[in-house]
């Protein structure tokens, strides 16, 4: 799936922590009912078998609103099942790997905390950067800060889009106004809310404010 730049406006990143009494493709199908423009499926600890099952149904679901779909780390799983693409981190297969696994037609991310990384992001045919933690999150233990004159400098050193993860909620979402970022992507801000459809509308509505502005 060729993607542009609008498609990572509000990215969604999944997380079984919050299911509840729920299945992951119904709390999915609520965020894409209410507007997310990218979805990638997160699993530290899934059995292989189960995440690929999962990963089939998840894509059904993005291909039926046609949102693109990346798979987190698993660059197996996305091969498996042709996803769109991937998003890697720091410490996970470099882009150049990645790409020279999943072929130029894929979508490739990269999580990156300053300039440097996301120059060599770019330089190795990333598509996109994940740069984070621009707030304080619960999410990823391992997430550093990243300051807004980081995230600014990133922005523009590099050529490709640029989305902040990290902490990010409706109520702060307006504090990276001017940073040169085209979009979030957020966790709890969606799928720890209790009614995931609206709160996927306000924040997209915030979000589009605060690129806008």
């Known amino acids: 799936m060729k993607f542009a730049k609008e498609d990572l406006l509000l990215y969604a990143v999944t997380d079984r922590h919050w299911l509840k009494d ?3 493709e119904n709390q999915v199908e609520k965020a894409l009912q209410g507007g997310a423009t990218f979805l990638q499926l997160r699993e530290k ?3 292989d ?3 690929l099952a999962e990963a089939k149904e998840i894509q059904k679901l993005c291909k039926k609103y046609q949102v693109p779909f990346v798979i987190n780390d698993n660059v197996d799983i996305a091969l498996a099942i ?3 693409g991937v998003h890697v981190g720091q410490s996970d297969m470099e ?3 990645v790409r020279k696994r999943l072929g130029p037609d894929k979508i490739i991310g990269v999580s990156a905390q300053n300039v440097q990384q996301a120059l060599l992001a770019q330089k190795h045919g990333a598509d996109y950067l994940g740069v984070g933690a621009v707030f304080p999150t619960g999410s990823k233990d391992d997430a550093e800060d990243v300051s807004f004159e980081t995230l600014k400098a990133i922005c523009q050193a590099v050529d490709i889009p640029v989305i902040a993860i ?3 909620t409706k109520e702060n979402v307006s504090e990276l106004k001017g940073s040169g970022i085209c979009g979030i ?3 709890s801000a969606i799928f720890a809310q209790k009614d995931i459809k609206a709160a996927t509308k306000e924040l997209k509505k915030r979000t589009m404010d605060m690129v806008q502005s």
Do not use: P
């Open 166 to 168: 990290g902490g990010i």
């Open 49 to 51: 078998d189960i995440f």
């Open 82 to 84: 042709d996803a769109d």
């Open 22 to 24: 729920e299945t992951l």
């Open 95 to 97: 882009a150049l790997d």
């Open 45 to 47: 600890s899934l059995d």
């Open 185 to 187: 992507a957020v966790i």
